[in-house]
């Protein structure tokens, strides 16, 4: 007994037992740009492991539009420093741990939001590389039922999702409306609202080949925003949730107390716009309806696209056209 304890409880051991190279391949940039700036470094340096931190060895990644707009130097006042590995979202499994950490340990499959907010000095070390280096209280297990992928689709949208519906007030017995349904977060909103929110009725907006999607993820009343204008239709809401940048039209279809919650674009009251916080323990309390079934990852079916193809991957998210997650495996 005690010898197995010791075994399994040193990390000296444990570090030592899986081989980590100093460098990896990285997708990175050093000028901010669009997506040709993108360039694969064969031999970046493996992310140092500080004490609360894991090394993950990604094994998928998954992109989203904030990964566009900071390579475009949207956020430059707040960012990391250039040169940047992005990346925000990544499923793989970790092959060290450091000092304190308590939670994980090699071997473990885990997924999560890199870094714990989004525009605020994110990490310079991202995703999309074979190597990434993550604090432990952002991650969490990677729920058994869905494959890499699938799980790394994840993060961003779902907790995106999730802090909206919550910060809305969204609770049993009310409506929601989700703009943009078919999106990476959408298709987690209406999802989220009926499942672990109880809304009795979810309306969303997409376009004519997405209404299909839209009812499968069980919306009540789906939009087609190209042949109906939402803000025309009688129909009020208590939650409306803007995932396409609409927060003036939004505001109007909001019942009496009701509230608007904005991802991007311009807001007007009673709307009001917030910024996704990363957190492992959101994921954790979430992971049973993954597990079941009852809330589905959508990848988008262009891909997953291979490591070599995130130039490719980046084009096709900044058409705006995804339905679910633009998914990078394997990396
Ligand atoms: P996606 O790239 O996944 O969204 C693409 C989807 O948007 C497509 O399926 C498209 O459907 C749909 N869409 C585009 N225009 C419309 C429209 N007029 N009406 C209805 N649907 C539309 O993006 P995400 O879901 O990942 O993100 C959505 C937005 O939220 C982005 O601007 C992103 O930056 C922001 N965001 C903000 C966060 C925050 O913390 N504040 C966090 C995460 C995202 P179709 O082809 O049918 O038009």
Known sequence: RCVAASASSSPATAAAATEVPGTMKAWAYDAYGDASVLKIDEAAAVPAVGEDQVLVKVVAAALNPVDAKRRAGKFQATDSPLPTVPGYDVAGVVVKVGGQVKGFQEGDEVYGMISEKPLEGPKQSGSLAEYTAVEEKL????????????????????LTANEGLEKAGLCAGKSVLVLGGAGGVGSLAIQLAKQVYGASKVAATASTKKIELLKSLGTDVAIDYTKENFEDLPDKYDVVFDAVGQGEKAVKVVKEGGSVVVLTGAVTPPGFRFVVTSNGSTLEKLNPYLESGKVKPVVDLQGPFPFSKVVEAFSYLETGRATGKVVISPV
């Open 139 to 158: 991650l969490a297990r990677k729920p058994k039922s869905i494959d890499f992928a699938q799980a790394a689709g994840l993060p961003v949208a779902i």
